[in-house]
């Protein structure tokens, strides 16, 4: 079984949007009736098509991260485009349940809404079976919040703990020109993250807290040796000692990246993952591989059969153990 | 000859934070006098000692990164700072002619402070003989600015131009919790620049214009194939097309990181950089060597003998015209 940990719902009907758009108008109109075919359609020639042409079998399926819009203030907003979104994901993953396994939205804003976020977490994880969440680090878009090792995060580590779901840190659009969403935001927030962790002693008080860094972790693989040796100098923990609770993913487009990110990172925290329909469309024009197909790049890398199945299955299993209770080893 | 294009004056007497604290308190009390013999000290046994026995030979180099702190608003603090800074990097390099050649700091503030840095970069260069700036595409510090493809910044590109020297895009201290100023502020910056060059047409309007993008270029050369993926999905030019004007420097610290860039980015475009004495010091305890040591990654790596002698050398040559005025080819 290969396990794809980070897919997004980026091929939604058009109601979503419609909804969406009525949100930010103001109104409160509900959204518009989905018909089972019309979500089967909507995944079918998309990811479900392209992960099975791939080799792969079960993707966790989650909104378009950059959709999620935490910036809006309003926590009645936030909470109901939360819902929305993830009412699809899940009736994606009950129309298909060997294919998809959901991962939710959380109505994060910028003032945090964190009553919100814990209902939802629960209603999501406990009531409809999601495997995993979102978390925003930067709800703002501009970065105008507290890292994640602050208090202000607290009350949502001690629920996802307690549930024992991990949460995939990712953030949405960004609200800064500076930025490019998917060129540059995603990989800094990724990076920035890493280093919050690892100035931090936010695992000795969470133990069983758990983050996986998509986009391969950001810089941070490329950069290993700079933050073992930032450690050293400020007489923090090696980085490595960050790994019983941080995993990266495997977005990295291309086969250097790769080969990187296996060759640096323990293949114990490193999770398959193609975050398609994403970012990058279409094919490299020197390889025809597709950008996204990473399962492309794993194959490509001289990797040992028992790391192979971890990365591409047996890790996804034991990080996300609500993963685990869906498909059962046999 | 090997040339290490990106050194800091992190080792200045006291007598420059001195100075400093006295500005920031809002004294306009002058340098208190340094000997030659004290500033001959400062690098000695530090910059100028390791770089020897690495086997280096000449050092590009700047003040204190960090220490530039462009986001104090009041230009007069910034023109005065830059200019005291700049003033004893260039005496270091006279002191040591053979071994130092000086980059500027730029006096740049929040809000610009175009002026000053025009007549900056025209003392410093023209005057003084240095060899490059310093750019800072954040002197907010909070990313409050306009990206660097704004027209805000064409009075600087059009003298950059005039004078023939490239800039370093090189942030300083983080004013914003989430961004660990070494670990994640400078990366993301490097990261940022790469994607904000992607999305511009700006190197048509400056044909002459050459940015050099510190710290081996963020996350961008271990995300090759997402750039690449990016600008195909939105119409834009491959990445390589900037490599006309953009150059990545090795701060890179560990083997695989150097292997990678390597691969990834034509040695047409890397420029041989320890940033010492800079973000990490000490030695990796597995290897022995000291992380910043990338002479000793780049003698590690795979690379044909003309390649290995223009990132080294002639490359730091071509892309800095007034660095081979002072190093003539014999």
């Known amino acids: ?44 020639n998309n990811q479900l098509r392209v992960m099975q042409e791939r080799g792969g079998d079960v993707m966790l399926l989650s909104p378009k991260a950059s959709g999620m819009e935490h910036h809006v203030p309003d926590p009645e907003i936030a909470n109901a485009w939360a819902a929305v979104s ?150 923090w923990p090696d980085p490595s000692d960050l790994l019983s609770h941080v995993y990266f993913d495997t977005c990295v487009y291309h086969q250097a990246g790769i080969d990187l990110l296996l060759d640096v990172v323990p293949s114990t925290n490193i999770l398959f993952a193609s975050e398609m329909l994403g970012a990058v469309r279409g094919a490299d024009p020197d390889t025809g591989v597709e950008w996204d197909d990473t399962l492309a790049y794993l194959r490509g890398a001289w990797l040992p059969a028992r790391d192979r199945e971890a990365v591409l299955c047996e890790n996804a299993l034991r990080v996300y153990p609500r993963l685990a209770d869906r498909f059962p080893r046999p």
């Open 1 to 44: 079984m290969i396990i794809d940990i980070h897919g997004h719902f980026t091929t939604a009907p058009k109601a979503l949007d419609e909804f969406r758009a009525a949100q930010l108008r103001g109104e409160r109109s509900g959204l518009a009736p989905i018909s089972d075919d019309e979500l089967r359609e909507s995944v079918a």
């Open 86 to 235: 993830n009412s699809l994901v899940h009736r994606v993953s009950e129309l298909y349940p060997k294919n998809f396994a959901p991962v939710a939205q959380l109505p994060q804003t910028p003032a945090g809404n964190v009553a919100g976020v814990l209902a939802e977490i629960r209603r999501t994880v406990e009531d409809l079976g999601f495997v995993g969440v979102n978390l925003n680090p930067d709800p703002s878009g501009t970065w105008a919040g507290q890292p994640l090792t602050d208090p202000a995060w607290f009350d949502i580590y001690e629920l996802l703990e307690e549930l024992d779901v991990p949460a995939m840190v990712h953030v949405s659009t960004a609200c800064n020109p500076n930025f490019h969403t998917l060129g540059a935001h995603y990989l800094n927030a990724d990076t920035s993250v890493f280093m919050q962790l690892l100035q931090s002693d936010l695992f000795e008080r969470f133990p069983r807290l758990r983050f996986v860094i998509p986009h391969g972790g950001g810089a941070v693989p490329y950069h290993w040796g700079r933050y073992r040796g930032l450690a050293m100098r400020y007489g």
